[in-house]
């Protein structure tokens, strides 16, 4: 398959027509810099799972501590679901943290 369109022979299809449809601007290479997230959506999301994980990770813990030999499942199953539900609550917990500031930095409020 070529870039030709058919009827038109030797003419390309200019590079910047390809890719998605209905863009609305050409890239300016400073979209990451740029970039806007739902800083609410974030700041919901991460103050609802935040204590989840954070729960999960106790619990986990709890059970690992209270479970002997040849229990299924085992203790470093339930040590390691403990550990990833922590890593996931500090996560969170770092991303209310950087959802605050920047939200504070928008509104003008200091940060």
């Known amino acids: 398959m070529s870039d030709e369109q058919p009827?038109?022979?030797?003419e390309a299809v200019p590079r910047s027509r390809s890719g998605a449809p209905g863009r609305r601007s050409p890239r300016s290479g400073t979209e990451p810099r740029n970039a806007r997230s739902p800083l609410a959506l974030r700041l919901l999301l991460s103050g609802?799972?935040?204590?989840?994980?954070f729960v999960a990770a106790v619990l986990f813990g709890l059970w690992a501590a209270g479970s002997?030999?040849?229990?299924s499942p085992?203790?470093?199953v339930l040590l390691a679901l403990a550990a990833v539900c922590g890593v996931l609550a500090l996560v969170a917990a770092v991303d209310v943290l950087v959802v605050i500031r920047r939200l504070r930095r928008e509104r003008g409020t200091g940060g």
């Open 7 to 10: 009827g038109r022979e030797g």
């Open 48 to 53: 609802v799972f935040l204590p989840v994980f």
């Open 68 to 71: 002997g030999p040849g229990d």
């Open 74 to 76: 085992g203790r470093g």
